[in-house]
């Protein structure tokens, strides 16, 4: 019989505490019931605890076990936030050495839709759910979702209305009236929004929220009529970053007006850049109550 050490066990050469140590990229199949639909997704999951100072490394096979015991026994779950939350569960219960876990699903999440001539199409997002559990403590659950879109600079459109005004005298007015040329950019949103005790987060809201900001999604079938539908649209509204982060903040807090002031919201918004070698972002970490507070004293 082999004697096995635990290794993992032993004492560090150098006592000091880690915050997280975990795997990532483990990749499962997870059947999702919402309502009466059910979404079968390719799941990717990150986990991780803390680790005290007296112990030389974590058990991550007892951290795959905690995943498998979940969802191998599960036919479908609620939704990926609820499963990232019986994991960390799980995983406390196995390592009794940590206090905290946290764990995090995302998944690429497909959706059919029709263009406005009535052409049928399938629209890439990408949605998270996230848990964050503290032993003897209510645990944060966390819904995500990741919307590409368009921007178009508000900055060079008023300067290209200037120089068009100059080589066009007289035409001020109308150029007032009317978009002018400027740089297009990709943009891209990460929403994501806590999800307070007996309350619940649809993430087809979330991107229902960034899309209304956006003017809509990017999607590969675009028909002439409907690249110039998106192009004029984008040119009729220029945004900033920092546009696209506040009004999503704003509109965030009219959807989830029930919720708590003290409901956590991240709002990110990059935008890859055509006119530079370097690309732009904004980000928003706040709260629903902060928010509110600021449009309260606008």
Do not use: W
């Not at 290794?7 to 019931?33: D, E, L």
């Not at 994501?192 to 999607?219: F, N, R, W």
Request: charged share 30%.
């Amino acid at each position: 019989m082999i004697d096995l050490v635990d290794v993992q066990a032993g004492k560090p050469s150098i006592s000091i505490p880690i915050a997280q140590v975990g795997v990532s990229g483990i990749r499962y199949p997870v059947r999702v019931k919402r309502g009466d639909r059910e979404i079968d997704l390719l799941t990717e999951i990150d986990i991780s605890v803390d680790l005290p100072a007296t112990r030389k490394g974590a058990d991550f096979s007892r951290k795959i076990e905690a995943i498998n015991e979940i969802i191998l026994n599960r036919k479908v779950v609620p939704s990926i936030e609820d499963l990232s939350q019986e994991i960390a569960r799980k995983t406390l219960e196995k390592l009794e050495y940590s206090d905290g876990c946290v764990v995090k699903i995302s998944a690429d999440y497909l959706v059919e839709r029709k263009t406005k001539r009535g052409s049928p199409i399938v629209v890439p997002y990408k949605i998270k759910g996230e848990t964050l559990l503290i032993r003897g403590k209510p645990s944060h659950k966390f819904v995500g979702v990741v919307v590409q879109g368009m921007n178009a600079c508000p900055c060079a459109m008023e300067t290209t209305r200037s120089l068009i005004s100059s080589d066009f005298p007289g035409n001020e007015d109308l150029l007032s009236r009317i978009p002018s040329i400027t740089h297009n950019q990709r943009n891209t949103v990460i929403l994501t929004m806590q999800v307070p005790h007996e309350k619940s987060v649809e993430a087809d809201d979330l991107i229902e929220i960034c899309e209304k900001t956006l003017g809509g999604s990017l999607y590969s079938l675009l028909k002439r009529i409907d690249e110039g539908e998106l192009v004029y649209n984008a040119h009729k509204n220029p945004k900033f970053v920092e546009d696209i982060v506040r009004e999503i903040a704003a509109e965030s807090a009219k959807k989830y007006s029930a919720f708590p002031d003290d409901t956590k919201i991240s709002i990110e918004s990059r935008s890859d850049e055509s006119i530079h070698p370097h690309n732009a972002f904004a980000r928003i970490d706040s709260t629903l109550g902060s928010i509110r507070k600021s449009i309260a004293s606008s």
